[in-house]
């Protein structure tokens, strides 16, 4: 207790011990975080439009960037909620694949090239990747496997039914409105589809996450499952819900990648997940759970995108790109813990997602 | 009259160590119990079985006369009993206003409340009543409460408990971490909150606060009830001497 604390609760009522700070719900440091990767963000690109004046700034190469960011924006919104539990979702770049060949093969079956196909695809994709997820969500939350341990093992199995199911080579059946109209189209002008759906979707995991119960519920859980349970929250239940949002984007995911790249690039999605896992956490989302958020992710994401397009329009072998994004990384993560240790003070030992959820994870201070 | 809280001959395992053995514990509405005892006495775990938190290995449990069983935190909020644990189970990233109404969050009126939206403006003012009224110093109501000292994060659980209590509030030790005159506010607080004809069971090493804010007070020794005194006939001598197992009741 300092001096100031006897003063202002001195006289024993203290009606001036409780101030409300002006500020609105975010905590303080995640807003310094965020600003420090939107600088980082801006900085890179300034560098790279003074290098390239008149490439690197062009709706066209814009539009690129954007439309590359996109699918894994929509990732790394589940991402963000399952890390701020302390968990962490190693499947999704497996159930993605896993989800596209199965959109794929009913909309082969189901026939046409049209909206209606679309749909059934966009259907049956997000059903596959739920399926998935509730089954990580179940096994975390109920069979308290690590959600590493979980999640490599759905990495794992989601890829080998995605290869059984296909023989091992890739489907090709996107119908021409899913790659026309969503793939590479356009809502308006030079506005991607894929943005504009990686926007809503964003919007919707910042409004989940920053405004609602479920959102609070969230951040509490990641902080000290322990005593939301004390306080009657729902801890499995609500885990498990996370799990299935994350594996619900994932193949939401797998229909946009069909669209996209009209392939369900079966060997292309291993790196995926730590790709996404990556942009997180330069986002300012800690893998010791209770801190993150949304918006971070957006920016985190497009920080590698933006460096590898950079350096192809320099001239550099855009492999620097992934040793740029790797030192980026540990230091971002690095310099945040350095002021979260300082203001926060709780010694956390362990990484939660190394353990089972719930069973003394860490020394609680607080 | 009826105790609105009795415990009888709780006992409690854990593998091979007996936290409790046939522990008995009563307390009165509007009465302040104190709960003393040596580190290890089994306060905590009493607490703990009490609230919900723990089953018990055996025993019975009487609310308002009635036998009850927890099988939750929940069952115990239920019933009208918080808890201020030794650990506070506040969630450190968390602002005190979300620890305050954490599972108890009021909703906004209308569609904008079913779709999970949360009426903030309210949960703010109730926190920011409940505090000045403990006159607990959160100088910041947004920040969060791990960036906060360990006295004003127990304030802040402490004001939780007393906000929500209807029947009983349990105390683990809440002026174990503050400093002179946020002690003398909680001991105020206790008896502010059993005038209002809660039960308040206060645990403390603190045989000065003992003596100050308790009615009665209950001494265990190596996971039992060994002796109950009220205030006006004991003194503190006497305690320590129950609290070493050198003197014990016969009817504990
Ligand atoms: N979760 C647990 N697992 C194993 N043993 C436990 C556990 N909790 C308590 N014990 C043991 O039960 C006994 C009673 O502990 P308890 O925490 O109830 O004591 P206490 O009276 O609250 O002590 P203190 O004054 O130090 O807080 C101790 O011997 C303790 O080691
Ligand atoms: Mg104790």
């Given at each position: 207790?300092?001096?100031?604390?006897?003063?202002s609760a001195?006289?024993g009522?203290?009606?001036?011990?409780?101030?409300d700070?002006?500020?609105?719900?975010l905590?303080?440091?995640?807003r310094?975080q965020?600003?420090?990767i939107?600088?980082?963000?801006a900085i890179?690109?300034?560098v790279?439009a003074?290098?390239?004046p008149?490439?690197?700034?062009?709706p066209f190469?814009?539009?690129?960037?954007?439309?590359n960011?996109?699918?894994?924006?929509v990732l790394?919104?589940?991402?963000?909620f399952?890390?701020?539990?302390g968990?962490?979702?190693?499947?999704?770049?497996?159930?993605?694949?896993?989800s596209?060949?199965?959109?794929d093969?009913?909309?082969?079956s189901?026939?046409?090239q049209g909206?209606?196909?679309?749909?059934?695809?966009?259907v049956?994709?997000?059903?596959s990747g739920?399926?998935?997820?509730?089954?990580?969500?179940?096994?975390v939350a109920?069979?308290?496997v690590p959600?590493?341990?979980?999640?490599?093992?759905?990495l794992?199995a989601?890829l080998g039914?995605?290869q059984?199911l296909?023989k091992?080579?890739d489907?090709r059946?996107?119908?021409r409105?899913l790659?026309d109209?969503?793939?590479?189209?356009?809502?308006?002008?030079?506005v991607?589809?894929?943005?504009v759906?990686?926007?809503v979707?964003?919007?919707?995991g910042i409004?989940?996450?920053?405004?609602?119960?479920?959102?609070?519920h969230t951040?509490?859980?990641?902080?000290n499952?322990?005593a939301?349970?004390?306080?009657?929250?729902?801890?499995?239940?609500h885990l498990?819900?996370i799990?299935?949002?994350a594996?619900l984007?994932a193949?939401?995911?797998?229909?946009?990648?069909?669209g996209?790249?009209?392939?369900?690039?079966?060997?292309?999605q291993s790196?995926?997940?730590?790709?996404?896992?990556?942009?997180?956490a330069i986002?300012?989302?800690s893998?010791?759970?209770g801190?993150?958020?949304?918006f971070?992710?957006v920016?985190g994401?497009?920080?590698?995108?933006v460096?590898?397009n950079?350096?192809?329009q320099?001239?550099?072998q855009?492999f620097w790109q992934?040793?740029?994004?790797g030192a980026?990384?540990v230091?971002?993560?690095?310099?945040?813990?350095?002021?979260?240790?300082?203001?926060v003070?709780?010694r956390?030992?362990?990484l939660?997602f190394?353990?089972?959820?719930?069973?003394?994870t860490?020394?609680?201070t607080? | 009259?009826?105790?609105?809280?009795?415990?009888?001959?709780?006992?409690?395992?854990?593998?091979?160590?007996?936290a409790?053995?046939g522990a008995?514990?009563?307390?009165n509405?509007g009465?302040?119990?104190?709960?003393?005892?040596?580190?290890?006495?089994?306060k905590?775990?009493?607490?703990r079985i009490?609230?919900?938190t723990e089953?018990?290995?055996s025993?019975q449990?009487?609310?308002?006369g009635k036998?009850?069983?927890?099988t939750s935190?929940?069952?115990a909020?239920?019933?009208?009993?918080?808890?201020?644990?030794?650990d506070?189970?506040?969630?450190?990233?968390l602002?005190?206003?979300q620890?305050m109404?954490?599972?108890?969050?009021?909703?906004r009126k209308g569609?904008?409340?079913l779709?999970g939206?949360?009426?903030?403006?309210?949960?703010r003012?109730?926190s920011?009543?409940?505090?000045?009224?403990l006159?607990?110093?959160?100088?910041?109501?947004?920040?969060?409460?791990?960036?906060?000292?360990?006295g004003?994060?127990?304030?802040?659980a402490?004001?939780?408990?007393?906000?929500?209590?209807?029947?009983v509030?349990f105390?683990?030790?809440?002026?174990?971490?503050l400093g002179?005159?946020?002690?003398?506010?909680?001991?105020?607080?206790?008896?502010?909150?059993?005038d209002?004809?809660?039960?308040?069971?206060f645990?403390s090493?603190?045989m000065p606060?003992?003596?100050e804010?308790?009615?009665?007070i209950?001494?265990?020794w190596?996971?039992r009830?060994?002796?109950?005194?009220?205030k006006e006939?004991?003194?503190?001598?006497?305690?320590?001497?129950?609290?070493?197992?050198a003197v014990?009741q016969?009817a504990?």
């Amino acid at each position: 207790m300092t001096l100031t604390d006897i003063a202002s609760a001195g006289g024993g009522g203290g009606s001036a011990a409780v101030e409300d700070a002006p500020a609105g719900r975010l905590q303080r440091i995640a807003r310094v975080q965020a600003l420090q990767i939107v600088l980082l963000l801006a900085i890179t690109v300034a560098v790279f439009a003074i290098l390239r004046p008149n490439t690197f700034l062009t709706p066209f190469n814009i539009r690129g960037m954007v439309q590359n960011t996109s699918i894994y924006i929509v990732l790394g919104v589940g991402m963000t909620f399952v890390i701020i539990t302390g968990g962490i979702d190693l499947s999704i770049g497996s159930v993605l694949v896993f989800s596209g060949v199965v959109a794929d093969k009913v909309m082969a079956s189901y026939g046409g090239q049209g909206w209606d196909t679309v749909l059934v695809g966009t259907v049956v994709a997000c059903a596959s990747g739920l399926a998935w997820g509730l089954l990580n969500g179940v096994l975390v939350a109920k069979a308290k496997v690590p959600p590493l341990i979980v999640t490599l093992g759905s990495l794992s199995a989601a890829l080998g039914f995605a290869q059984i199911l296909t023989k091992g080579l890739d489907l090709r059946d996107a119908p021409r409105t899913l790659v026309d109209k969503v793939g590479f189209g356009n809502i308006v002008g030079q506005v991607p589809t894929l943005a504009v759906i990686a926007g809503v979707v964003a919007i919707g995991g910042i409004i989940l996450l920053h405004r609602t119960r479920f959102g609070l519920h969230t951040y509490a859980i990641g902080s000290n499952a322990e005593a939301g349970r004390r306080v009657g929250l729902k801890v499995d239940r609500h885990l498990i819900k996370i799990y299935a949002l994350a594996g619900l984007l994932a193949g939401f995911a797998g229909i946009l990648n069909l669209g996209f790249f009209q392939s369900t690039t079966i060997g292309g999605q291993s790196n995926t997940a730590l790709n996404v896992i990556a942009g997180v956490a330069i986002g300012g989302t800690s893998l010791f759970g209770g801190v993150g958020s949304v918006f971070g992710t957006v920016i985190g994401l497009f920080i590698p995108i933006v460096l590898q397009n950079g350096f192809i329009q320099i001239n550099v072998q855009p492999f620097w790109q992934q040793v740029v994004v790797g030192a980026v990384l540990v230091t971002v993560v690095y310099v945040d813990q350095l002021r979260r240790a300082a203001a926060v003070g709780g010694r956390k030992h362990r990484l939660p997602f190394l353990s089972q959820r719930g069973r003394g994870t860490r020394e609680e201070t607080a | 009259m009826t105790p609105v809280l009795e415990a009888k001959g709780i006992s409690k395992l854990y593998g091979h160590v007996e936290a409790l053995t046939g522990a008995n514990f009563d307390v009165n509405a509007g009465e302040v119990v104190a709960l003393i005892g040596d580190n290890g006495a089994g306060k905590s775990t009493l607490v703990r079985i009490l609230s919900g938190t723990e089953p018990a290995t055996s025993g019975q449990m009487l609310f308002d006369g009635k036998p009850v069983v927890l099988t939750s935190p929940v069952d115990a909020r239920a019933l009208g009993i918080e808890t201020v644990f030794q650990d506070l189970a506040l969630a450190a990233h968390l602002s005190p206003v979300q620890n305050m109404y954490l599972g108890r969050e009021v909703m906004r009126k209308g569609l904008a409340g079913l779709l999970g939206f949360m009426d903030t403006p309210s949960m703010r003012k109730g926190s920011r009543d409940a505090f000045e009224k403990l006159g607990a110093t959160v100088r910041n109501l947004n920040g969060p409460v791990g960036a906060m000292s360990g006295g004003q994060r127990q304030g802040i659980a402490v004001a939780r408990a007393a906000a929500w209590a209807q029947k009983v509030v349990f105390l683990d030790e809440p002026t174990a971490a503050l400093g002179v005159v946020q002690t003398k506010n909680v001991l105020e607080l206790v008896r502010r909150v059993s005038d209002e004809g809660i039960a308040v069971v206060f645990i403390s090493h603190s045989m000065p606060h003992v003596m100050e804010v308790a009615d009665r007070i209950q001494v265990m020794w190596r996971g039992r009830r060994v002796a109950t005194y009220r205030k006006e006939d004991t003194s503190m001598e006497q305690l320590v001497a129950a609290m070493t197992g050198a003197v014990s009741q016969v009817a504990a």
